[in-house]
T-cell receptor, first 115, second 112 residues
Framework: NAGVTQTPKFRVLKTGQSMTLLCAQD?????MYWYRQDPGMGLRLIHY???????AKGEVPDGYNVSRLKKQNFLLGLESAAPSQTSVYFC??????????????FGQGTRLTVV | KQEVTQIPAALSVPEGENLVLNCSFTDSAIYNLQWFRQDPGKGLTSLLL?????REQTSGRLNASLDKSSGRSTLYIAASQPGDSATYLC???????????FGGGTRLMVKP
C-alpha cells in the first residue's frame, strides 16, 4: 500500500518553462490537496479537490492550475514558472466519512527550483 | 480566518526529558486536529488525530490533548529520545471549507 506518491521528487526549471506535478493515492480518498512549504511561511494551500472532476482554489492559487480527471490522481500545473514558485510542494489526501474526517496522508514532496 | 500558532518555534532538551509542545487556534469550529512529524527534507508523517468530540489521543510515548473551547492542543512526549528530533506540526480541519490550516511548527532537538 503506497499511500500518496508524488512525481517527480526534484526538478529544476528555467523561468517561463512549464511543468506538471503528479500526485497519486491508492486509498480511494475523495479529498486531495496541493500545498507549498516555504521557510518562515509554513504550509499554504494552493488548490484542492473534493472529488473526481472537481477543483477549488486555496490560499495561494495564482500561477497554478489543477485537474482531477481520475479519483486517484491530482495534477498541479505551472504554465509559466517564476522564481517565486521555488518551493517544496506536498500533496495530501483525506476522506470524509459522514462528517468525520479521517487523518490526512501526505506525499514525500517535490522540491522545485526555478532559476 | 483560522489562525494556528505553535509555541515554542524551537526547543532543545536533553535525552530523557518529558516535554510539551503547544498549539493554539483562533476558531473553535473545527472537525479535528492532527499532529504531524516532519524530518528534514521529508514529507509529513501523521502522529495523532483528535476528533472535535474527543479530549485526547495516545500512541506509545505520545499523548495529544484537545480543549476546543479554549482553542488549544498539547502534544506530550514522554522520555524523549534523540530519534524524536524533528519538526512537529499541528493542523486543524475547519468546519467551514475543506482545508487543513497548519501552524508554523516546533523544531525539536533532543540531545544525547
Amino acid at each position: 500500500n503506497a499511500g500518496v506518491t508524488q512525481t517527480p521528487k526534484f526538478r529544476v526549471l528555467k523561468t517561463g518553462q512549464s511543468m506538471t506535478l503528479l500526485c497519486a493515492q491508492d486509498m480511494n480518498h475523495e479529498y486531495m490537496y496541493w500545498y507549498r512549504q516555504d521557510p518562515g511561511m509554513g504550509l499554504r494551500l494552493i488548490h484542492y479537490s473534493v472529488g473526481e472532476g472537481t477543483t477549488a482554489k486555496g490560499e495561494v492559487p495564482d500561477g497554478y492550475n489543477v485537474s482531477r480527471l481520475k479519483k486517484q490522481n491530482f495534477l498541479l500545473g505551472l504554465e509559466s514558472a517564476a522564481p517565486s514558485q521555488t518551493s517544496v510542494y506536498f500533496c495530501a489526501s483525506t476522506e470524509d466519512r459522514g462528517r468525520v474526517y479521517t487523518e490526512a496522508f501526505f506525499g514525500q514532496g517535490t522540491r522545485l527550483t526555478v532559476v | 480566518k483560522q489562525e494556528v500558532t505553535q509555541i515554542p518555534a524551537a526547543l532543545s532538551v536533553p535525552e530523557g526529558e518529558n516535554l510539551v509542545l503547544n498549539c493554539s487556534f483562533t476558531d473553535s469550529a473545527i472537525y479535528n486536529l492532527q499532529w504531524f512529524r516532519q524530518d528534514p527534507g521529508k514529507g509529513l508523517t501523521s502522529l495523532l488525530l483528535i476528533q472535535s468530540s474527543q479530549r485526547e489521543q495516545t500512541s506509545g510515548r505520545l499523548n495529544a490533548s484537545l480543549d476546543k473551547s479554549s482553542g488549544r492542543s498539547t502534544l506530550y512526549i514522554a522520555a524523549s529520545q534523540p530519534g524524536d528530533s524533528a519538526t512537529y506540526l499541528c493542523a486543524v480541519k475547519n468546519n467551514a471549507g475543506n482545508m487543513l490550516t497548519f501552524g508554523g511548527g516546533t523544531r525539536l532537538m533532543v540531545k544525547p
